[in-house]
């Protein structure tokens, strides 16, 4: 049996002693990330957590429709979308996607974040530039690494950056953005972004997980609302697991964009298909949503309230442009510890700290459920002031 020696010490390590150094670096740095397994009935947690923003989750609906699918179709795809895992089901929710996003295709992949790696990878071939807002997901970020093409990061919602970027670029470009930023819950500016990019010929990605179900006539969506909705020069990404309470991600666009995704994009080929179950739901999720359009309008003044009562109380809140609202904490300590606390009195918050968010700055990332009351609310404000750092 081989062992692993010091070229000069000769002495034997195990593989992977390293991740040990890893481990403690993470938490003198107080970085460390565990699981919390929820219950089935959240302990009686108020959630301001999940991105739950229509509050569709536990609809019965949506779990009726997950149900149904389950009950037709089984419990999983049985495998990838081109060989057993599309289904009636799959080409429905698809069809109904790209009608009410006003797109003319859609795709339907496993997760938002396949989606997305799927976009970028089959729409930035090599000799091409993609143009990345410094804010973008993860998924996003991982798309651009994967791709051939050339990448450049511009400043954060910056349209005169993205000008620049393409001006001195010579050949097929695409910019990508978020519509709305997971982290602080700010809007991009997708129709000077969109201007930028025709003016020099480049595509737009859109990534509208946090948009899709709160922006939009009816919660169509932020590029709906930015008048984008069919245009040849842009795609938008989604996923179902936020405002449609289910699992499984989406690209929309022209027919001649899906088509090249379904025989280039490698997390759509090689992946199983989404399971039918998460189908059925999603669909349930779009349907509802068509019959009750207010929920989108709710999921914004829900948002807006949120902000106005924690800023009365002193609190540091970014002004929220969908259904994120972002509370700025002094440390990744103290943010972790004020989350603690909210959650020991009964209300659940996310905390967001270095690494994950780019610009250092740590802080409590609120949810602005279409379902929450106006007791809830003022509860939620009580507890997150009461336990603010001081």
Request: with cysteine.
């Amino acid at each position: 049996m081989s062992t692993n020696s010091h070229p000069v010490t000769g002495a034997t390590r195990a593989p992977f002693d390293w991740l040990d150094e890893q481990a403690g670096l993470r938490a003198d740095a107080g970085l460390v990330r565990t699981l919390r397994p929820r219950a089935a009935d959240a302990g009686g947690l108020l959630d301001l957590a999940s991105n739950d923003y229509l509050g569709l989750t536990r609809h019965p609906e949506i779990i009726e429709g997950a149900v149904a699918a389950a009950r037709r179709w089984g419990g999983g795809a049985t495998g990838s979308r081109l060989v057993t895992g599309s289904t009636e089901l799959h080409a429905e929710l698809e069809r109904e996607l790209a009608g009410f996003c006003g797109f003319e295709a859609a795709l339907v992949f496993s997760s938002g974040y396949t989606a997305n790696l799927a976009a970028v990878t089959a729409l930035a071939p090599h000799g091409s530039l993609i143009v990345s807002d410094a804010g973008n997901h993860a998924s996003l970020i991982d798309g651009c690494r994967l791709a051939r093409a050339a990448t450049q990061v511009v400043p954060h919602s910056d349209p005169g950056a993205v000008r620049k970027t393409l001006d001195a670029h010579d050949g097929p470009a695409v910019m990508v953005s978020d519509s709305v930023f997971s982290v602080d819950g700010d809007a991009a500016p997708l129709t000077e972004l969109a201007d930028v990019c025709r003016e020099f010929g480049a595509g737009l990605i859109v990534d509208d997980a946090h948009g899709l179900g709160v922006l939009g006539d009816g919660g169509r969506g932020a590029p709906h609302a930015a008048g984008l909705a069919g245009a040849a020069d842009t795609v938008v990404t989604l996923t179902l697991s936020k405002s449609f309470g289910s699992q499984g991600g989406a690209v929309l666009g022209p027919a001649k964009v899906i088509d090249h995704l379904v025989n280039a994009a490698r997390t759509f080929i090689f992946d199983t298909g989404l399971a039918p179950a998460a189908a059925g739901a999603a669909l349930a999720a779009l349907r509802l949503l068509r019959r009750e359009p207010e929920r989108a309008a709710r999921a914004r003044q829900v948002a807006a309230e949120l902000h106005r009562r924690l800023t009365a109380e002193g609190l540091s809140a970014v002004r929220p442009d969908a259904a994120v609202v972002s509370v700025r904490a002094p440390a990744p300590e103290s943010a972790v510890r004020w989350a603690a606390e909210c959650r020991a009195a009964g209300l659940a918050v996310g905390c967001f700290r270095p690494p994950s968010v780019p610009d250092g700055i740590s802080r409590l990332r609120l949810t602005a459920r279409a379902d929450l009351t106006g007791e809830q609310i003022a509860d939620a404000v009580r507890v997150i002031s009461r336990t603010a750092p001081r």
